[in-house]
Every structure is written in structure tokens, then in C-alpha cells.
């Protein structure tokens, strides 16, 4: 099964932002819901965003997300050297044979 | 607070079997589903499977089905994930992880167990 489609990597110097671009069809990403996680160096994935724009309590508003048609965004905003991480999106993917998770291949966020 | 410690994991042969174990803690485990998601070194994230909060429905990503099989026990808490046929490919770090909400997707994640292949 493929994923959806995320550019490998993105940059900004802190307080910058950055955004994070997640691509897929009408089986997943445009009739469902979009979800991003943070995964810092060697720790396991965190939630940042579900249902295609809410915050887990806990999560700065920093962190924004959207969705229109076969795309999403994830937005970082006032950046900080804690946000250096590796940031996937994911989503339900409609299928003949069932339904299946689909991951973004991941990007990885420097800060400059 | 919720709690997903996954055990199980250890260096395998190819074709032998493993059965790893997440057990759950700090919410109503009969009330969610339950995820495997697992990630290469190095690699990005792989979903292998999911459970249904009731234990009647299954899913499983393409490179497993046939192969691995996702189970749970609600008086013990834990998810299980049998796997059979054991692949170099398989080598990988296996999260467990809950739903959000009934149908949503991974909000909480276990800190993983790692699965070496290897001859």
C-alpha cells in the first residue's frame, strides 16, 4: 500500500513558520480525517493534531491544522528549537478488501 | 494517565514466529480499538493492524495480512499481536497505540518493542 504524500524535509530559523504538506485521493484524505504526529529523536510518536484541525489539550497553538480536497497542512508557527522533529500525517484509507491506516512518509523539520 | 507498555519483542529467525503484548492501563479498554504501528530503523511509520473496541472486526496493512494477527483480552487489558513467518522486512520498533474516539485514529502510543529478523 502507498502513503500519502509528504515533502522529505522543511526549515526555518526560530519564530519563523513552516508548513507541512500532506497529499492524497478521495479514498483517504478528502473523506476522512486528517491526524499529525510528532516524533522527537528516539521517542515514540505524539499526537499533535486530529479531526483535521483540533489540539489535544496540551498541544501551543502554535500548531494549526487544515484540509482542503485531497490535501492537508500542517502549520507550525513561532518556532522553537523544541520543535526540531520528525512530523507525519495520517488518515483512514477506503479500500475494496477494508480499510487501512495510510502514513505520510514523513518530514523532518531543522531549525536553522 | 494512560498507559501502553508493549513486551514480546527479541531477535527472531526468518519463518519463526512471536506474539507481542501491550498492556493497558488509565482508561476503559473495552471502550476503544487498538492499533500496531511499527517503524523500520530508520524509516518512517508503517500501520500493521487494528482491532475494533469490541474485538469484532480486524484490519491489517497489506505486508502482513495473512501472516500477523491482531487479538485482544479485556480482562487482562492487553492487546496481542501473533506474528507468523517472520521476515528480515519485519525488523522493526512495534507500538501499540489506542484510538481517539471510537473510528478516529492513534492518539496515545506505547513506547515500542523491537523485533530484529535476522539469521
Known amino acids: 500500500q502507498s502513503v500519502l504524500t509528504q515533502s522529505p524535509s522543511a526549515s526555518g530559523t526560530p519564530g519563523q513558520r513552516v508548513t507541512i504538506s500532506c497529499s492524497g485521493s478521495s479514498s483517504n484524505i478528502e473523506n476522512n480525517y486528517v491526524y499529525w504526529y510528532q516524533q522527537l529523536p528516539g521517542t515514540a510518536p505524539k499526537l499533535l493534531i486530529y479531526?483535521?484541525?483540533q489540539r489535544p489539550s496540551g498541544v501551543p497553538d502554535r500548531f494549526s491544522g487544515s484540509k482542503s480536497g485531497t490535501s492537508a497542512s500542517l502549520a507550525i508557527s513561532g518556532l522553537r528549537s523544541e520543535d526540531e522533529a520528525d512530523y507525519y500525517c495520517a488518515a483512514w484509507h477506503d479500500s475494496l478488501s477494508g480499510p487501512y491506516v495510510m502514513f505520510g512518509g514523513g518530514t523532518k523539520v531543522t531549525i536553522l | 494517565q494512560v498507559r501502553l507498555v508493549e513486551s514480546g519483542g527479541g531477535v527472531v529467525q526468518p519463518g519463526e514466529s512471536l506474539r507481542l503484548s501491550c498492556a493497558a492501563s488509565g482508561f476503559v479498554f473495552s471502550d476503544y480499538g487498538m492499533h500496531w504501528v511499527r517503524q523500520a530503523p530508520g524509516k518512517g511509520l508503517d500501520w500493521v493492524a487494528f482491532?475494533?473496541?469490541?474485538?469484532?472486526?480486524?484490519y491489517y496493512g497489506d505486508s502482513v495480512r495473512g501472516r500477523f494477527t491482531i487479538s485482544r483480552d479485556s480482562s487482562r487489558t492487553t492487546v496481542y499481536l501473533h506474528m507468523h513467518s517472520l521476515r528480515p522486512e519485519d525488523t522493526a520498533i512495534y507500538f501499540c497505540a489506542k484510538e481517539h474516539a471510537n473510528g478516529e485514529l492513534l492518539d496515545f502510543w506505547g513506547q515500542g518493542t523491537l523485533v530484529t529478523v535476522s539469521s
Open positions: 482491532i475494533r473496541y469490541d474485538g469484532d472486526s480486524q
Open positions: 479531526k483535521n484541525n
